[in-house]
């Protein structure tokens, strides 16, 4: 059974930075492609970044210089580091995976974690 769970989410100050981390199991996770992608209140998921199995990484513009997407892949482990966090940034937070590029069509994805970033 393919499991991801997030944790790491909270309140930040705006500025402030969090890491995310998603322990992965059940699946062969340096195969695949992973994803960090959002939803905020009232809105739709948003795509984040991924990361393919060799390392190359992808960024959503507005997040591009301030988040950071990396894998362990030794721990079967997926991190977002996101400094200088901005109010719309808050969000749940996912990990998601799959066997192939994808903006909107995870086969797999976690319960989330809970960012807010609020003074």
């Known amino acids: 059974e393919v499991q991801l769970v997030e944790s790491g989410g909270g309140l930040v100050q705006p500025g402030g930075s969090l890491r995310l981390s998603c322990a992965a199991s059940?699946?062969?996770?340096?195969?695949?492609?992973m994803y960090w992608v959002r939803q905020a209140p009232g809105k739709g998921l948003e795509w984040v970044s991924a990361i393919s199995s060799d390392s190359t990484t992808y960024y959503r513009d507005s997040v591009k210089g301030r988040f950071t997407i990396f894998r362990d892949n030794a721990k079967n482990t997926l991190y977002l580091q996101m400094n200088s966090l901005k109010p719309e940034d808050a969000a749940m937070y996912y990990c998601?995976?799959?066997?192939?590029?994808?903006?909107?069509?995870?086969?797999?994805r976690g319960q989330g974690t809970q960012v807010t970033v609020s003074s």
């Open positions: 059940g699946f062969i996770f340096s195969n695949y492609w």
């Open positions: 998601a995976a799959a066997t192939y590029y994808t903006w909107a069509n995870f086969p797999y």
